[in-house]
């Protein structure tokens, strides 16, 4: 039941779940099992590359959830990733011990230069792995929830909204640019030696860092999908199309927008907590406007309102970036525009709007109370066993 | 029946806001928290009501009293302040003076939107609004009177009596085999159907009605003027319309809005005879 919900019935996410829980198989097995000198041997480098695409996928997931699904236009998305990164980056600035360049078994060498004799009080609990993952999950969500509370009880909406999550994510950067902060200002958070005891540069921690990412893209995927087949999500489409209308009925709108943008944004920092380790650093740039904006394109040419539209989009665009990147860096930009005013123009539902959408709009609007499924005690209500 | 009825917890309902639900977890109130009082046969008592809009008085000391099923039309010439009216009772717009009761004791001033509509008052925009990406029955099923909690709607799937309701309302409304349709999809009649059949679904005890004929073929302002027939009684029914040939056939009392104020109230037949309302409305 539960499984058709989520899968049966919606054939472009099955094929792409597919492809990705391929993808964790052959992967490992090219990388490890394969000697090096053979030609079909997946480097190290390629496996992390993957694996930061995955991130980038489970990011684009959690901004097509909200824009998507419930019309909210998030430009500032790459905070909520930035936030979830910096926390993992603090416990694995703690794991760092006395290795660093100081030697200081107290404090990050970034703390020593500033000379700093004590730890920062937010800096304390991020020895334990347990908690930091706690803080990865809670720092977005928190930031989400009071942003989100105050954004949609004010009713700000639209393009406003859009507006003012570019200006959180511009404080943010401006914030943690700032040495004072206790974040390591412009260097960021850098030099990792070690996750949960394993040396972070290792090729079997690649791997099991790329196969978190993988499987927490899966997952995230299905919560998106149980959450959007949900009546919840129908009341969330209903948002998106006529908010008014849908307060009418009853609903408080901004508890149901304020719950699905705290949920996107703990997804968010999630993706940014798999990125640190495998990047090796996190730094301020990460908060910069343009990756919230570059994101939502992602999502755009993947093709909105899809779930699954949102990770083919991240894996095209961020390909054609490493390509492009490599060969005319110069004209990257350029391509990331053109493409943007392209898919505007020419695919307003996305590359999976290419892939024949025969059947009627696949966006999670099938009927899902069939009447063969309801157990209908043919009484006063024959009407429904006709139907059937 | 009556959601007002089995108000088994009075939880006071004083924060209109935000703060009161922000769990999202809780046990949401889906009514007033008081037994509706009718004694005096009235459901809706209006009274002094002024709403200005940078000095334009849109509604001017405006008195209007709704008895429980009964069948009000509203007619007025345009800028009368029908829609405003609409907007006050509904919790859009906040009135400068007066009061608005619903029953003896709820005063409606001090709810916002979402508690009203979910406590028995019903609106119907001039405009179908409906939710075109969904499907017939899903529109029925956005707007069935249940918990809206978010974690209530995230976790459960609806009741077989909630079911059953939907499907009578399908029956009611003529949209039964459209059911799996998409709604943007229907003709415009069959819009004005569905969003009043999303009413019915909140089990209303007022339902507002904004020129639910404007832009009807003849056949379907028949059918309409049948559906809100059948609902009098039931439900009290306050149309807004400007079709006099639709209000003549389903009108008991008319009331005529002018310049923010009840002009006059009777049968179609006396308000038509009105020396007052031929000067300001049906004699232009």
Redesign the interface.
Same mark, same amino acid.
């Given at each position: 039941m539960l499984t058709k919900r989520l899968l049966l019935n919606d054939r472009g996410g099955a094929i792409v779940l597919a492809l990705i829980a391929l993808m964790l198989v052959v992967v490992p097995i090219l990388n490890l099992a394969v000697p090096a000198s053979s030609p079909l041997h997946l480097s190290t480098f390629t496996v992390t590359l993957l694996g930061k695409f995955l991130c980038y996928a489970l990011l684009a997931l959690s901004v097509d959830l909200i824009w998507g699904y419930c019309g909210i236009l998030s430009l500032g998305q790459g905070a909520f990733f930035s936030l979830g990164g910096y926390a993992m980056g603090m416990y694995l600035m703690r794991q760092i011990g006395a290795r660093g360049q100081y030697g200081n078994p107290e404090l990050p060498d970034f703390m020593v230069f500033l000379n700093w004799e004590h730890l920062p009080w937010y800096w304390h609990g991020f020895d334990s792995f347990g908690f930091a993952m706690l803080m990865v999950v809670l720092t977005p969500g928190l930031l989400a929830f009071v942003f989100g509370w105050l954004a949609f009880r004010s009713r700000v909406t639209g393009v406003y909204f859009s507006i003012i999550t570019q200006a959180l994510t511009y404080a943010l950067m401006l914030a943690f640019f700032r040495n004072e902060m206790g974040f390591g200002g412009n260097n960021g958070l850098t030099d990792f030696k070690d996750i949960v005891g394993f040396p972070i540069a290792a090729d079997a921690t690649r791997i099991a860092l790329f196969l978190s990412s993988g499987i927490a893209l899966l997952l995230a995927y299905l919560a998106c999908r149980y959450i959007v087949t949900s009546r919840f999500g129908r009341i969330v489409i209903s948002i998106r199309d006529a908010e008014s209308r849908t307060r009418f009925c009853g609903y408080k709108v901004e508890s149901y927008k304020l719950w699905i943008f705290v949920f996107s944004s703990v997804l968010a920092g999630i993706a940014g907590a798999l990125y640190v380790p495998q990047v090796g650093i996190i730094n301020p740039g990460e908060f910069s406007p343009l990756n919230s904006i570059e994101l939502v394109v992602w999502v755009a040419t993947g093709g909105r309102g899809t779930l699954y539209g949102a990770i083919v989009g991240a894996f095209t665009v961020n390909y054609g970036k490493t390509l492009f990147t490599s060969y005319s860096p110069e004209t990257w930009l350029f391509a990331l525009g053109a493409l943007f005013v392209v898919v505007t123009l020419v695919l307003p539902k996305g590359l999976v709007g290419l892939l024949g959408r025969s059947k009627k709009s696949e966006s999670a609007h099938e009927p899902l109370e069939s009447p063969a499924e309801e157990k209908v005690e043919a009484t006063a209500h024959t009407v429904l066993a006709e139907e059937k | 029946m009556n959601i007002l009825a089995h108000a088994k917890q009075a939880l006071p309902v004083k924060d209109p806001? $935000?703060s009161n639900?922000?769990s999202?977890f809780g046990k949401?109130v889906?009514n007033f928290g008081a037994p509706l009082d009718t004694s005096k046969r009235n459901i809706l008592y209006v009274e002094g009501i002024t709403v200005s809009f940078d000095g334009f008085r849109a509604l001017n000391n405006l008195n209007l009293y709704i008895e429980e099923g009964e069948l009000r039309c509203i007619i007025g010439p345009n800028g009368a302040g029908k829609t405003t009216m609409m907007d006050v009772i509904?919790g859009k717009t906040k009135p400068d003076e007066g009061s608005v009761y619903f029953g003896r004791q709820i005063n409606l001033l001090e709810l916002s939107?979402?508690q009203i =509509?979910?406590g028995g008052i019903?609106?119907k $925009?001039q405009k179908p609004?409906? $939710?075109?990406?969904?499907?017939v @029955?899903?529109n029925l099923?956005?707007?069935t009177?249940s918990n809206? =909690? /978010?974690w209530w709607?995230?976790?459960?799937?609806?009741t077989?009596e909630q079911? $059953?309701r939907i499907?009578d309302v399908l /029956?009611q409304i003529g949209l039964?085999e459209l059911? @799996?349709k998409?709604a943007g999809s229907l003709s415009h009649g069959q819009k004005q159907w569905l969003e009043i059949g999303?009413l019915l679904m909140?089990s209303p005890r007022v339902l507002l009605v904004d020129e639910p004929v404007a832009g009807m073929t003849g056949e379907e302002t028949e059918k309409t003027a049948e559906l809100l027939l059948s609902l009098a009684g039931k439900h009290s029914v306050i149309v807004v319309e400007h079709d006099m040939k639709f209000v003549r056939s389903i009108a008991r009392k008319v009331t005529v809005l002018h310049q923010g104020s009840v002009l006059t109230e009777g049968t179609m037949d006396q308000v038509q005879n009105d020396p007052k309302v031929i000067e300001v409305y049906l004699g232009e």
């Open positions: - | 806001d $935000f639900e922000l999202g949401d889906d509904t939107e979402h =509509a979910r019903g609106r $925009f609004t409906i $939710f075109e990406a969904l499907t @029955y899903e099923e956005l707007a009177a809206k =909690a /978010v709607t995230l976790t459960k799937a609806l077989g079911k $059953f499907d /029956v039964k059911r @799996y998409n999303m909140q």
